[in-house]
C-alpha cells in the first residue's frame, strides 16, 4: 500500500526553525521512525518550498496511491490552485499541521485545501503524521459495483 507524505515550504527545516512551535526533531529522523511503525505501508516522502512541484506531485501519485499526507504549511491559507489540485485527485488526501494554527495568527486560521480533504490533523506536532497513518492503514476499500475504491 503506497502512501505519499507530501510537506511545503519550509518543513525541510523542522528541527532547526522555531523549536518552540515546531519541535527539534528532522521530518527525515522522525520519517525512519514511521516506517518502522508501519512495515506493511510503502511511504514515500516529498518535500517543496515551490508550489507548482507540489501540485505536480499530487497530480503524479494522485490516482495510484492509497492516500496522501499533506502539510501545505503556509499554502495552506493561500493556494486555490493547491485545493484544486487535490479535489481533481482520486487518492484521500488528509491535511497535516503540526502546530495548533488556531492558535496563532489570525492568517493561519483559513485553510482554502481543507474542503477538498477526507480529514485535518492540527495541533499534535510531529504525532500528526502518525495518526493520519493510522487512519489510512484501517482504511477499507469501498464496493462500488463490482469495483472496489480506496476513497
Aim: proline share 3%.
Amino acid at each position: 500500500m503506497k502512501i505519499l507524505i507530501l510537506n511545503g515550504p519550509n518543513l525541510n527545516l523542522l528541527g532547526t526553525r522555531e523549536k518552540s512551535v515546531y519541535g527539534s526533531r528532522s521530518f527525515e529522523n522522525y520519517l525512519e521512525e514511521l516506517k518502522n511503525a508501519f512495515p506493511d505501508m510503502d511511504l514515500e516522502y516529498y518535500q517543496s518550498n515551490m508550489e507548482g512541484e507540489l501540485i505536480n506531485k499530487l497530480h503524479e501519485v494522485g490516482f495510484s496511491y492509497k492516500g496522501i499526507l499533506l502539510n501545505a504549511g503556509a499554502y495552506t491559507h493561500t493556494s486555490i490552485a493547491l485545493a484544486d489540485a487535490i479535489a481533481a485527485i482520486e487518492s484521500p488526501v488528509i491535511e497535516v499541521h503540526i502546530s495548533n494554527v488556531y492558535a496563532r495568527e489570525e492568517f493561519r486560521h483559513k485553510s482554502y485545501i481543507s474542503k477538498n480533504c477526507k480529514g485535518c490533523i492540527v495541533g499534535f506536532g510531529l504525532e500528526g503524521y502518525r495518526l493520519g497513518l493510522t487512519y489510512l492503514h484501517n482504511l477499507k476499500p469501498k464496493k462500488v459495483g463490482f469495483e472496489y475504491k480506496t476513497t
